[in-house]
């Protein structure tokens, strides 16, 4: 709403919203290059010019960019926020790129918007800000040394972590740093810490099992599961698995590996209405399922998916006119192969392609979904 009303020239944003979806009309394959030139030949027609011109066309040329890069792309990467500041420009592009986001999103359906997108749209927005502002301090803030993160840290977690903390900044990525605060990583640690200590147990399986900690978003529509383990073959797969039987939904994973070969993931799940588990029965057969999975090499969900799975009215006639597609992107990152699937969705998916790409000798680095 702030930035509604700070909006410099409404006149410009109205006139995109009318336009941005015009070149649906064409039946292209992409519907925002024909509603670009529609709008080029309103501009002639309405005598619209200059900085107005160039601000409408920027707005239908990425009407859909902000919503997708959150959605889609690696938040915690910094070239992917440079990349995204480098499109829009400036703050004024920027600001009037979120409002038709917005409007547009809500516009479309009432289920287009909710609180997880939404807090993914404001954290892209906000570190392009950071970038505008001043892309070496961006830059800087990223690459800068980690004394002060880990100083922190320690002050949220108090003495007796100090074997724990050094070890964690050791061992994990310099990515698993940028963007998350001291008190995320002192949540991560003392979750670390629990899966050390069921190895120092007498009980050889529970060593062997990951260590399970649930936080609540309620304000982001979503809860966080953080799974700590040893780097174990197909884990995602009995996770997903896992999540897939009691109708849970994830959203994203942050996959992280450290050094010493424990894994850190960081699941943010919803249910299927996009609220948080908050229900400790689904909590604990969550974790069963997942503990019994690590009993087996064959461990298989489908059964329990199957009939978790609710049948959708008129799905298989949709799903004849809705194109399914997977491509295979070598060049987008400098480290990782980008697998990009466009697919209907369905409980149970994710588990179908985690154990598939786990059954080819793959690793995951990082899912959005």
Not at 304 to 328: D, F, W
């Amino acid at each position: 709403q702030k930035l509604f009303h700070n909006v410099q020239d409404p006149y410009v944003l109205y006139l995109a919203l009318i336009l941005h979806d015009s070149g649906r009309a064409a039946n292209t394959a992409s519907h925002t290059d024909a509603s670009a030139q529609l709008a080029d030949r309103v501009c002639r027609r309405l005598q619209v010019k200059g900085a107005r011109r160039r601000l409408l066309m920027f707005l239908i040329d990425h009407h859909l960019t902000l919503y997708r890069d959150a959605t889609t792309k690696n938040l915690d990467d910094p070239a992917v926020i440079a990349e995204f500041a480098l499109k829009v420009r400036t703050k004024q592009n920027l600001d009037t790129l979120l409002v038709m986001t917005q409007a547009d999103s809500r516009g479309t359906s009432d289920k287009s918007w909710n609180s997880w997108k939404e807090s993914l749209i404001l954290y892209l927005y906000r570190n392009a800000v950071r970038y505008l502002n001043d892309p070496s301090d961006f830059t800087n803030s990223i690459s800068a040394p980690l004394e002060e993160l880990q100083g922190g840290v320690r002050r949220a977690l108090g003495a007796g972590y100090d074997t724990e903390i050094e070890a964690h900044f050791t061992h994990m990525p310099r990515s698993y740093f940028n963007f998350r605060s001291a008190d995320t990583i002192a949540v991560h640690i003392e979750a670390c810490r629990r899966f050390f200590q069921k190895i120092d147990t007498d009980d050889s399986r529970q060593s062997l099992l990951p260590e399970l900690t649930w936080i609540d978003h309620p304000e982001q529509g979503c809860s966080e599961l953080i799974v700590v383990s040893w780097d174990r073959h197909l884990l995602l797969g009995r996770v997903a698995g896992a999540l897939a039987a009691n109708s849970i939904n994830i959203l994203s994973a942050d996959i992280y590996k450290r050094s010493d070969d424990v894994v850190l993931d960081v699941f943010r799940v919803a249910r299927t209405d996009f609220t948080p588990v908050t229900n400790d029965r689904t909590k604990a057969r969550i974790r069963t399922n997942i503990e019994d999975a690590f009993d087996t090499d064959a461990f298989d969900f489908s059964d329990a998916i199957a009939e978790a799975r609710r049948p959708i009215k008129g799905l298989e006639e949709v799903a004849g006119e809705v194109p399914q597609r997977v491509h295979v992107n070598q060049t987008m990152s400098p480290e990782h192969v980008v697998i990009e699937l466009q697919l209907l969705d369905r409980i149970g998916l994710l588990y179908d392609v985690f154990r598939i790409i786990g059954q080819l000798g793959l690793n995951i680095a990082h899912a959005r979904i």
